[in-house]
């Protein structure tokens, strides 16, 4: 089982990214998935979760309004589209499987499978 991100890499502040996760060993139709990010010397956090029809939505505090979470389980993919990024939002950015159907802020405490990660840059 891989999840492979893409998309990321380097944009100036205001800009616009579209992250993909492109899952491949298993289908992920019936699972929540999630994104999230590390920046340097700091914890992975949580950004956005997606149940598994697509129908319920999650987003930390920090991106809510800026960001979009979705899913096309035909292609096994998730998307995060990222707009009006700000310097902040500098971190290896990684996807995630979880275990059940459903999404939630906790999203990390059901992760089963893990990507290696999207570098963004965002400069000032």
């Known amino acids: 089982v891989q999840l492979a991100e893409s998309g990321g890499g380097l944009v100036q502040a205001g800009g616009s990214l579209r992250l993909s996760c492109a899952a491949s060993?298993?289908?992920?139709?019936?699972?929540?998935m999630g994104w999230f990010r590390q920046a340097p010397g700091k914890e992975r956090e949580f950004v956005a979760a997606i149940s598994w029809s697509g129908s319920n939505t999650y987003y930390a505090d920090s991106v809510k309004g800026r960001f979009t979470i979705s899913r096309d389980n035909a292609k096994n993919t998730v998307y995060l589209q990222m707009n009006s990024l700000k310097p902040e939002d500098t971190a290896l950015y990684y996807c995630a499987a979880a275990g059940g159907s459903a999404a939630s802020y906790n999203l990390r405490y059901k992760v089963d499978y893990w990507g290696q990660g999207t570098q963004v840059t965002v400069s000032s």
């Open positions: 060993g298993r289908t992920f139709s019936s699972n929540a």
